[in-house]
């Protein structure tokens, strides 16, 4: 596990290449099997892999997001935010659970993050999000996670690099 941590990079470079479904289908299910506040499981999965959809999903923000417009595979992690008050967590545990299996099947990933965001046109990324993909008005946008074959290098983490001056022990 620690290799996978040290080796998994944000990617922003795809090549053209499908995702086979049965990847797919095993990124999905271990987002259903994200642990969860009190099993409440308020988190919520739109895979979008149609390249129309993801181009203008690439434009939920004014900046860092337009590379989603070149993976594909688009994530949209997203929750019901009266179901558990600690909906964010719960949508963010899932996501990098994802990222963390993209990766240990030999894909690249990136975290778009676009609650708190807003769109170019000063609306904001979720509510732009949710009127393109039909999202329900309960719901709520926490990130969009791209996926596919990575198209560029990146060197893992060096452990010599962690900071571990961050490690405390029984007090700060």
């Known amino acids: 596990m620690l ?14 290449k499908e995702i086979e479904k049965d990847k797919l289908d095993v990124i999905l299910k271990s987002a259903l099997l994200s642990p969860s506040s009190r099993s409440i499981r308020p988190w ?42 600690v909906w964010i967590e719960d949508a963010s545990i899932a ?25 170019s046109s000063g609306e904001r990324a979720e509510d732009y999000i949710k009127r393109i993909l039909n999202v329900p008005e309960k719901y709520r946008v926490e990130c969009i996670i791209a996926v596919g074959y990575p198209a560029e290098d990146k060197k893992p983490y060096d452990e010599e690099g962690l900071l571990y001056q961050k490690i405390h022990y029984n007090q700060f």
């Open 44 to 85: 919520e999965f739109i895979a979008v892999t149609d390249k129309k959809l993801l181009e203008q999903l690439s434009r939920c923000r004014e900046h860092s997001s337009q590379f989603l417009a070149g993976a594909p595979l688009g994530i949209v992690v997203l929750a019901d935010s009266g179901a558990c008050d």
């Open 95 to 119: 996501a990098i659970i994802m990222q963390l299996t993209a990766k240990s099947l030999g894909l690249g990933s990136c975290w778009i993050q676009v609650r708190e965001r807003f769109h």
């Open 3 to 16: 290799e996978l941590l040290k080796s998994r990079r944000s990617i922003r470079k795809f090549q053209d």
